[in-house]
């Protein structure tokens, strides 16, 4: 399956996902724009499609969308937007704005970014939409780890920061999402006890 195949594929199982959960018919077509845009970055980027960054967009939204049963349209775009790994992924607040409006771009903009020293405040202090937006962002993040081509030290540091940061929060933010947390920090921890 080539990258525009596979990005339609993901398109597609978003836009069927949102309607299932029961997302309004415009916050389906704007959640098809954001994911669009969170697109085309990655489709210039990648020559592998199996990156594991390649479909982040649309994980981090079916994230929402599954395990949170989230149909607030304005966060399911910020969903396929924030990128906490790779700055050259990332689009503009500018071009948020101008094609999603002002409350996408807010959202994004206010997402902690990971491996700062006042993350865990930021998290906790901030109003639920940003935290269940962190959260499931940096859970698909987790749950490809593996995956990634980078040194042990990365993986180590991710998922430490995942067991004392983002699994104490999810726990104070949504039962499902915690029970993610819960499930891929042991998986990891196993992993990194065999490397």
């Known amino acids: ?10 398109a597609a199982s978003l836009v069927r996902a949102a309607r299932f959960t029961g997302v309004s018919a415009d916050g389906v077509h704007a959640l098809s724009r954001a994911y669009a845009l969170a697109m085309k970055p990655r489709v210039a980027t990648f020559e592998d499609d199996h ?11 079916l994230v ?3 395990d949170v ?10 969903a396929a937007l924030v990128e906490s790994e790779d700055a050259e992924l990332r689009i503009s607040g500018a071009d948020i704005r101008a094609g ?14 990971p491996g ?15 935290r269940l937006l962190a959260l499931a962002e940096r ?6 780890a593996h995956l990634r ?6 993986r180590a540091a991710a998922h430490a920061e995942a067991r004392s940061i983002y699994w104490p929060v999810a726990e104070r933010t949504h039962a499902r999402l915690a029970q993610r947390y819960e499930h891929w920090c042991r998986t990891f921890a196993r992993r990194l006890e065999r490397a």
Not at 3 to 9: P, S, T
Not at 51 to 61: A, D, E, I, M, Y
Not at 149 to 154: F, K, L, N, P, R
Request: with cysteine; hydrophobic share 45%.
């Open 1 to 10: 399956m080539g990258e525009e195949r596979r990005g339609a594929w993901m």
């Open 51 to 61: 990156h594991p960054l390649f479909l982040h967009p649309g994980r981090s939204v």
């Open 64 to 66: 929402l969308l599954r």
């Open 69 to 78: 049963s989230c149909v607030d349209g304005p966060l399911l775009c910020a």
């Open 100 to 113: 999603l409006g002002g409350d996408v771009a807010d959202l994004v903009q206010a997402v902690p970014m």
């Open 116 to 130: 700062t020293e006042s993350l865990a405040e930021a998290l906790v202090t901030a109003d639920e939409r940003v």
């Open 139 to 144: 859970l698909d993040h987790l749950r490809h």
């Open 149 to 154: 081509e980078a040194d042990e030290g990365w």
